[in-house]
Structure formats: structure tokens, C-alpha cells
């Protein structure tokens, strides 16, 4: 098991620089002949080994880190994770209830989410620990966190939630808008870019998010 790693090398000819062994995966039933094939399939990202008359199937994994108002997420595999606080560099692991495939935070809040839900974490700067807030089913694109505000893009529409997955407010968007793809808070402002090469900014320091 191995990746690709770009080098400063001006030729074009592959060479073993270019790749980098990570560690073992084991499968876990494995027939007298060991595995027969190993192919990309079916789907994005998902890799099928064969082995007699089994098929397993692993997830690719892009492991996510964030850094804001001072603290660091670092993703280190599908459901692990670990918050630095910035008052003492503490690092504190957690392991989520989902495969995280995306990932915001502030000084307060961590949100994880994939293509069913979405978890959220409360950070304690104080007591430097990280605390389950909530969990709930949703289809997330993206989402963003603003204080103990979470927006989760979904489908053709933007769910303003708290951190329970109680849902506040709803933003709208049009066919001409396209869907919500991704999110980023910044300051006061929701930015979310779509699917129709549009972007689209709410101040979300009021209440009710305005365009």
C-alpha cells in the first residue's frame, strides 16, 4: 500500500522517490489462495480485494486539519481525530461516531460530517477538553460554524442549525443559484460557492442570517 509524492526531480520518468510505503491494511478473510485481485470499484474511492468467493471493499480516506481562533484539528484516520487548545498546546484524541469526510471549528465548537450526518463537539478551553455536543442524520455537502451556529449544506438548500441538529432557519436557493457545494465562514460572513460557479454571502452576526 503506497502514495504517490511529488518531487523536485525535473524528469518525467517514475522512479521509487516517487512513492511512499503507509501501513498495512489487513483483510479479514482471506481463502487458502490468498487474495486473487485487487481493483478500483465499485464507486469513487472505494478499492474491491478478492479472495475466493469474498469481497472486501475499503474506503479511500483524505484526512482533514483545521486551524482556527487559535486551535487545530487534525484528522488521523476515518474516525480519529485529535484538538490541540492553544493555551498550553494540549492535544486531546477523540474518536468520532462517523467516517469524518469534512471538518470546521472555532473556539468553542468541532464539526464533523459525511454523506449521512453530522457530529459536533463541544471544545472547553478552560478544562481543555473536547465533549460530544450532538449527532444527527443529514445529507452534508459542506458545512460551517459560527459560535454555536452550524449551516450544513444540503441538496438545493443551506440548514441553519443549532448544535443539537435542531434546524433554525432555512436558506433557499434558486436553479439558476445551483446547489450549495461549499461553505466557509469568515468573521461575520457565510460564504458558500455553487455548483453554478456562483458565490453567495449572508452576514450571520444578527439572528437571522441576510443576504
Same mark, same amino acid.
Given at each position: 500500500?503506497?502514495?504517490?509524492?511529488?518531487?523536485?526531480?525535473?524528469?518525467?520518468?517514475?522512479?521509487?522517490?516517487?512513492?511512499?510505503?503507509?501501513?498495512?491494511?489487513?483483510?479479514?478473510?482471506?481463502?487458502?489462495?490468498?487474495?486473487?485481485?485487487?481493483?478500483?470499484?465499485?464507486?469513487?474511492?472505494?478499492?474491491?480485494?478478492?479472495?475466493?468467493? #469474498?469481497? !472486501?471493499?475499503?474506503?479511500?480516506?483524505? +484526512?482533514?486539519? %483545521?486551524?482556527?481562533?487559535? /486551535?487545530?484539528?487534525?484528522? *488521523?484516520?476515518?474516525?480519529?481525530?485529535?484538538?490541540?487548545?492553544?493555551?498550553?498546546?494540549?492535544?486531546?484524541?477523540?474518536?468520532?461516531?462517523?467516517?469524518?469526510?469534512?471538518?470546521?471549528?472555532?473556539?468553542?465548537?468541532?464539526?464533523?460530517?459525511?454523506?449521512?450526518?453530522?457530529?459536533?463537539?463541544?471544545?472547553?478551553?478552560?478544562?481543555?477538553?473536547?465533549?460530544?455536543?450532538?449527532?444527527?442524520?443529514?445529507?452534508?455537502?459542506?458545512?460551517?460554524?459560527?459560535?454555536?451556529?452550524?449551516? #450544513?449544506? !444540503?441538496?438545493?438548500?443551506?440548514?441553519? +442549525?443549532?448544535? %443539537?441538529?435542531?434546524?433554525? /432557519?432555512?436558506?433557499?436557493? *434558486?436553479?439558476?443559484?445551483?446547489?450549495?457545494?461549499?461553505?466557509?465562514?469568515?468573521?461575520?460572513?457565510?460564504?458558500?460557492?455553487?455548483?453554478?460557479?456562483?458565490?453567495?454571502?449572508?452576514?450571520?452576526?444578527?439572528?437571522?442570517?441576510?443576504?
Amino acid at each position: 500500500r503506497a502514495s504517490s509524492a511529488a518531487t523536485p526531480a525535473l524528469s518525467n520518468e517514475p522512479s521509487e522517490a516517487d512513492w511512499t510505503v503507509l501501513n498495512a491494511v489487513r483483510v479479514s478473510h482471506t481463502a487458502p489462495g490468498g487474495i486473487q485481485s485487487i481493483r478500483w470499484g465499485p464507486g469513487a474511492n472505494v478499492l474491491a480485494v478478492t479472495s475466493g468467493s #469474498v469481497v !472486501s471493499l475499503f474506503n479511500e480516506t483524505s +484526512l482533514h486539519s %483545521q486551524v482556527r481562533d487559535g /486551535h487545530c484539528f487534525v484528522q *488521523t484516520s476515518p474516525k480519529d481525530f485529535y484538538v490541540q487548545f492553544p493555551s498550553s498546546n494540549k492535544r486531546v484524541s477523540v474518536q468520532s461516531r462517523i467516517h469524518v469526510k469534512g471538518v470546521d471549528l472555532n473556539k468553542s465548537y468541532a464539526v464533523t460530517w459525511n454523506a449521512s450526518h453530522v457530529e459536533t463537539h463541544a471544545l472547553d478551553d478552560s478544562t481543555q477538553t473536547v465533549t460530544p455536543a450532538g449527532l444527527f442524520a443529514l445529507a452534508a455537502q459542506s458545512a460551517a460554524v459560527f459560535k454555536d451556529t452550524v449551516f #450544513v449544506a !444540503s441538496e438545493s438548500r443551506i440548514l441553519v +442549525l443549532n448544535v %443539537q441538529g435542531v434546524v433554525k /432557519h432555512t436558506l433557499s436557493f *434558486t436553479e439558476a443559484d445551483g446547489e450549495p457545494m461549499l461553505l466557509n465562514v469568515f468573521g461575520n460572513f457565510l460564504a458558500a460557492s455553487t455548483s453554478a460557479g456562483l458565490v453567495k454571502l449572508w452576514d450571520v452576526s444578527r439572528r437571522t442570517p441576510k443576504p
